[in-house]
Every structure is written in C-alpha cells, then in structure tokens.
C-alpha cells in the first residue's frame, strides 16, 4: 500500500503477494474525486480475517480527513472509503499526520490527528477526542483498544476504559506500537513500559550522556537525530535519563564518515574565506 504519483495527483495503490516473492499488477484502491489524496501523510494497514483495512488522509473541499478502506479475504478490490469521525479539518497543506488502524471484531479502529488534537473511533461509534497531541498508534488486546500518542515530548497510553492517559515515556518522538500478547501490554523493554518504531520492538536504545557541545557536536547531533529518524530507533523508557548524544558513544564507521563531513565543510568554509579576502585585497590594489 503506497501514495502513487506516476499520474497528476496523488493515489492510493496497493500490491498483494502470497509469499513476499512473487508479486502481480498493482491495483487502484482509492483515487479522490478532487483528483488527489493528501500528498505526504503516510497510509496505515492492518490484517483483519484473512483480508485488510486501509486509513488513509483524504482530501475532499479541502478537508483532509481519515477515511478507511476494506479488503476481504482473496481479493483485490478495495471496498468504498468511509469517512472516520464527523469532524473536518479544512488544511492547505499536508500536516504530515497519518493515522493509525487496527480491527477489533467488524469495527475498524482508526485514530489520528485533527489539528491540535488526536482523536479516535470504534466502528461507528461516536469520534472521541483524547487531547492535545500526535502521531497516534493503537492496538487491539482482549481487554480492549490501547492508545498511544506523543503530547509534548512525552509518549503517552490511554488503557481501555481509562478516562484519561498517563505519561510512560520521556523524549519520545516516532512510536509505534504492537501486540506482543499478554492481555493489556502495549509493548514492553524490560520492565518499563515504551513504544518504538522498530516494528520488532527487540533493539536497545541509542542512549548516551553529551559534554559542552561545540558547533562541530551540534552539527553531529543533528546528523545523529536524522539517523535516529530512521526505522529501528526507540524512545527511552519513563525514568531513564534525556537522551542526549555523545559521539563517542556513535558507531565508528557512522562516526568517521560525519567527521569527514565536517572536515570537507569546514574546508569549504575557508576557501569561501580565503576568495572573499584575495577579491578584498585585489579591490584595494585596484584603487590605488
């Protein structure tokens, strides 16, 4: 399931494969009267009796709304879109907001967010606002629909049945969450509870202490924080300290080439230095 740009406007396509080897012609499963879904928010996709639900952000007169898709078992043919929730939020632009499905016995559970909000639904049940936040992710257990979702900087989890959430993790940005059995836990490292993107869930955390940081270590950081973007970062668990980035805790192949990098910038650097004072002194000698 992918945003498909090969013709004007954006589309949701989907490809299916019996074995991951073998694929066949890809299929339209949704293209928005309005010529075009929300071009950048990414598609989620959950298995639901042998099929799938799809919910994706549409755009209809300029509402960029959750909308879902099914899938029955052995088919290809998406059934018709329907609209999560009753709210619209009528956006320019992309908010680079997703959302997230799971299927609990024939409801589709979706959550996303709707401007500063993260909201979810159950089937056709009424929408359920759960505060200020984003990036939600939800999972279905016997006990019930487990919610997480960053507000702040803190991930947060919303029990089934809970009137409110509570704080389980600090620093924490890109969850993801899965069932990993045992009825309520959402996902664990040992015995603090956290989220990660790593869909395993099985990698430790990239955690390390930082010193007085230098324009060369912040230029480090922010080329560590992009990797940390990648899959298979995690948040750390509520009580551990603010990960911050030490380079020597980096591993040394990632750690050589940034400092090549920098050096090549640095070196950069002084030519342009170097050009503007030889153009200054030839300017001068002009003159006289």
């Not at 879109?81 to 016995?105: F, Y």
Request: net charge positive; glycine share 10%.
């Amino acid at each position: 399931m992918w945003l498909d740009d090969r013709a004007k406007g954006k589309r949701l396509r989907a490809d299916f494969s019996a074995d991951g080897a073998a694929w066949g012609d890809d299929v339209l499963a949704y293209e928005s009267p309005d010529g075009t879904i929300c071009e950048c928010c990414a598609p989620a996709i959950a298995a639901a009796d042998g099929g799938a639900v799809v919910a994706f952000r549409n755009w209809i007169d300029g509402d960029r709304d959750i909308w879902t898709l099914r899938l029955a078992a052995g088919k290809t043919k998406f059934g018709p879109a329907t609209k999560s929730g009753t709210g619209s939020w009528k956006l320019a632009g992309c908010p680079m907001a997703g959302p997230a499905v799971a299927v609990r016995g024939a409801d589709v559970v979706s959550a996303w967010r709707r401007e500063r909000d993260v909201f979810l639904a159950v089937g056709m049940a009424k929408e359920r606002d759960l505060g200020e936040g984003t990036e939600p992710q939800v999972v279905v257990k016997d006990d019930g629909v487990h919610v997480v979702w960053i507000a702040g900087d803190s991930l947060v989890h919303l029990a089934p049945g809970a009137r409110s959430s509570e704080e389980i993790a600090k620093s924490a940005s890109f969850p993801c969450a899965a069932d990993r059995g045992g009825a309520g836990r959402v996902a664990r490292r040992g015995d603090a509870p956290c989220a990660a993107r790593d869909p395993a869930l099985t990698r430790a955390p990239r955690v390390a202490n930082i010193r007085a940081m230098t324009p060369a270590d912040r230029a480090l950081q922010r080329h560590v924080e992009a990797i940390g973007r990648a899959p298979g970062s995690i948040v750390v668990p509520a009580g551990a300290p603010k990960p911050n980035i030490d380079r020597h805790a980096l591993r040394p192949r990632t750690l050589r080439t940034t400092q090549g990098r920098l050096r090549r910038v640095a070196g950069r650097r002084r030519l342009r230095r170097a050009h503007r004072v030889g153009r200054r002194d030839g300017d001068s000698a002009t003159r006289r």
